[in-house]
């Protein structure tokens, strides 16, 4: 299941809730991820909050819970050149 479309399952949580309820009800659903898959259990663990206030604050945590790797190769982009001083690894192409 794509990121968004399992954020979306839980606008139907009652909250406040915890970690521990979200996990027990959704842990193991699968994130497909740009390299592979995670589970919500580890991504909610990952991001470290105990507690979650609203529906915003837990997709928060599902986006930062995230590996580096979920977003495809590191420091890529298409868009910009490095700016003066900064420090990135040199562009490869494919």
Do not use: K, Q, W
Not at 12 to 29: A, I, K, M, Q, V
């Amino acid at each position: 299941m794509r990121l968004e479309e399992a954020a979306a399952l839980f606008e139907s949580e009652e909250f406040p809730t915890t970690r521990e309820r979200l996990c027990s009800r959704h842990g193991d659903l699968a994130i497909e991820l740009a390299d592979g898959e995670a589970v919500v259990t580890t991504v909610l663990e990952r991001a470290g909050d105990e507690r979650y206030g609203s529906y915003e604050e837990l997709r928060a945590s599902l986006f930062c819970g995230l590996p580096a790797g979920a977003v495809g190769r590191r420091f890529y982009s298409d868009r910009n050149t490095p700016a003066v001083g900064e420090d990135r690894p040199t562009p490869v192409s494919f």
